[in-house]
């Protein structure tokens, strides 16, 4: 090759690499698009780029990611979000859990090693729950998920205009 093809050929690297980093770095910001209150009260949620929703709670204060399961059984904290709240994840008794949820990255039925603990605060919007029930995974999670015993407590849950819209 000769010095100008090689050149232009740095270049188209370069260029597909910045795009690769970009197409990352925009679709990451969208899983977690901004969710905002409604007058009423109900929260509204944007889909993220997977096509799930990722609804941020405040967790004692502290903003916290979830995934959106109408089929998990339980709300689970990951190890790093559960720190993050201010929970000694070293000093909890892990122990197998059945869980039913749907996730590309665990099976939809079987079992996680977890920890039960009590969170002080919950809040969606202006959604408060005090001393709610969860679990601490045991380090295999990547993102905490939203399930049943939260949910439940939301009513109606709709889906308008390609947003899931949450209220009590």
Not at 81 to 108: H, Q
Request: with cysteine; charged share 20%.
């Amino acid at each position: 090759m000769n010095k100008i093809t090689k050149i232009v050929a740095c270049i188209l690297i370069v260029c597909v690499a910045i795009g690769a980093y970009a197409r990352h770095a925009i679709g990451e910001k969208k899983k977690y698009a901004d969710q905002f209150s409604l007058a009423n009260g109900t929260v509204s949620i944007p889909p993220s780029v997977d096509g799930r929703f990722y609804p941020t709670l405040e967790i004692n204060d502290i903003p916290i990611h979830f995934a959106f399961d109408q089929s998990a059984r339980h709300v689970v904290l990951t190890q790093a979000d559960a720190r993050r709240v201010g929970i000694d994840t070293d000093a909890l008794n892990y122990v197998p859990t059945p869980i039913n949820w749907e996730s590309d990255r665990r099976p939809r039925y079987g079992s996680l090693v977890a920890a039960h603990v009590t969170l002080t605060s919950v809040t969606l919007g202006t959604i408060q729950q005090s001393n709610f029930g969860a679990l601490v995974d045991d380090g295999q999670l990547d993102i905490s998920i939203l399930g049943q015993p939260y949910i439940t407590l939301l009513k109606p849950i709709e889906i308008a205009d390609y947003r899931l819209l949450l209220s009590r």
